[in-house]
């Protein structure tokens, strides 16, 4: 039997963005293309300064084909108003770019993504980053953070603060928007959401080009 593909084979030589995304369109480097609708690409702007690295797409962002799109999604766009930061300056992807899930009842419930998979996909996520050169990378949640960091990285002691790193001039993580909707009740929801944006609201300097190491 032929190996399959790796991602990094189906990367074109000098890609644009959108034909990065029609190369990830035919990815099939680990399983999880079978049970996704179809790939779910970074979105935003080529000439970002801050890209934002999620886990991977939810359930209405496999049917979209869009990141960031579904409840996390709506809450991230809050976030970041009210932080000041316009989306559309932005660019939003995901370590993993195949929904992975599990069914329970009529509904797809989703599973985190592995190992295996978080590196056969990690070509297309270098592809992002070197295209975009962002002057701030900062991922959302554990999943986005470890693969970025390394596995010691601990975002419930470290989030919010610059973390040395080859990948831009300044990479930081915080929580993941899904964990602040799962909060227990409004009240801690409130809070978690008030220090998401305060995170958030650290990238100003670093956005604009200044040294605030
Ligand atoms: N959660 C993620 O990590 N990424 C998405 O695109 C949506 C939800
Ligand atoms: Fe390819 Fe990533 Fe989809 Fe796996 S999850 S098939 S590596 S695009």
Redesign the pocket.
Known sequence: MPLKSS?EDLIPPRPTLPALKSA?AD???????KT?TQ?V?GDGSRRANVLFIGE?PGNEEDLTGKPFVGPAGKLFDNALGDAGIDRKQTYVTNV???F?WEPRGKRRIHKK?NAV?IA?????LEAEIALVKPEVIVALGATAAQALLGPKFRVTKQRGEFIESTLAPYVMATVHPSSILRAPDDETRRLEYRRFVDDLKKLAPARAGAVIK
Do not use: Y
């Open positions: 991602a990830a990815c099939q480097a680990c399983d999880l293309w996704g790939t690409f991977q993993v770019k195949h992975k993504p998979e056969a996909c990690r070509p297309w």
